[in-house]
């Protein structure tokens, strides 16, 4: 019953948005499911919710093209950020965003890719896609899977619907007991979860030296480097707030900063610069003149800048987000401060 609610929840969509096609640009198609047919026999389907997702399971997609270089492999993901930080990845690698989960659209789409396996990272509990794709005779897999408490206490006002999607999931992989623990209360049958760590902590140690990043970059040698990544647009007056405090001690600090969503760049150089800082956009060219902070507002370059911090900053902490990748920075050396949100990361926040 909570299936058909949901589907007639999506209905109106389903029938709406096809009357707008010639209206839709070429990417919005995608959202109906129409994306171009990859030409191999066997073909993986990797779905992730953006940026962060997409790198923590870059391992496990590289491996499986190694292992089998004549299977087919696709990306979609639930934002263009994460599309672009795919094409970017894995440029020979078909990539586009996920049809919107209505039953007609996500029909669209598994004709005209035919997976044979479904591999979705972490959190992405679609109901129609996981449904039909397993009724089609595909296998489901969700991987690096995670369940915070929170997130949790959302999904079991529905746990009728999730309990009956989670059952079509044929190995479910999560990165801690207390995962599994949760998703076993939301439905998730045990003998198919396995506990198998964070993905992320299995990426490869960086090797760039320092010197390589800040000429990249174009960053000073001769000043100590704070990094602030995935900052959240309620987190940025705090991050500008405390920069002002650092410089009080120790006037001669370069601080960078990652906005969670890169179109913030702005914001977030007009608050410092209100206190006197001098901002340099990573869009603007790679020239130092004597700035006083970096702002990222380009997809990628996050992972590479910690590689040069002093100290580092992970944002979606200081906000009920439940925190973004510590690995990421700490990979690096760098020491990692962070807020007390850390649901998403309670294993790295230890």
Same mark, same amino acid.
């Given at each position: ?63 499986? #093209? ?101 059952? #079509?999931? $044929? ?72 920069? $002002? ?102 294993? $790295?926040?230890?």
């Amino acid at each position: 019953m909570w299936h058909v609610v949901y589907s007639l929840l999506t209905f109106p969509v389903s029938i709406s948005l096809p009357l707008l096609r010639p209206l839709l640009n070429e990417e919005f198609t995608e959202r109906l499911g129409e994306v171009a047919p990859p030409e191999a026999s066997i073909v993986y389907w990797f779905h992730c919710a953006s940026v962060g997702e997409l790198s923590a399971i870059s391992g496990l997609l590289s491996e499986i #093209r190694r292992r089998e270089p004549d299977s087919g492999v696709v990306i979609s993901t639930m934002t263009r950020t994460g599309k672009d930080r795919a094409k970017r990845l894995f440029p020979d690698v078909p990539s586009f965003l996920a049809p919107l989960d209505s039953s007609r659209f996500v029909k669209t789409a598994l004709s005209r890719i035919k997976p044979s396996v479904l591999v979705i990272a972490e959190t992405e509990i679609w109901p129609n896609l996981i449904k039909l794709t397993a009724e089609s005779g595909t296998q489901v897999v969700m991987v690096n899977a995670r369940l915070s408490a929170r997130s949790l206490n959302r999904y079991l006002l529905f746990r009728p619907l999730f309990a009956r999607v989670l059952k #079509r999931v $044929e190995w479910l992989f999560v990165q801690t007991e207390a995962d599994r623990v949760r998703f076993e209360r939301l439905g998730a049958e045990n003998p198919r979860i396995t506990v198998t760590g964070g993905m992320k902590s299995d990426l490869d140690i960086p090797s760039i030296p320092r010197n390589s990043i800040n000429e990249e970059f174009s960053l000073p040698d001769e000043r100590k480097i704070v990094v602030a990544g995935s900052v959240r647009p309620e987190e940025e007056k705090e991050i500008i707030e405390a920069f $002002e405090i650092v410089r009080e001690h120790h006037p001669s600090t370069y601080f960078v900063v990652a906005p969670r969503h890169v179109q913030r760049a702005q914001n977030i150089a007009s608050l410092a610069e209100e206190r006197g800082m001098r901002v340099r956009l990573r869009s603007d060219g790679n020239c130092y003149s004597g700035e006083d902070m970096l702002i990222l507002d380009t997809i990628g370059d996050l992972a590479r800048v910690y590689g040069c911090a002093h100290v580092s900053f992970v944002g979606g902490s200081l906000r009920a987000y439940g925190g973004h990748n510590l690995l990421e920075p700490a990979m690096w050396g760098s020491p990692v401060l962070f807020g007390r949100y850390t649901d998403n990361c309670d294993e $790295e926040a230890r």
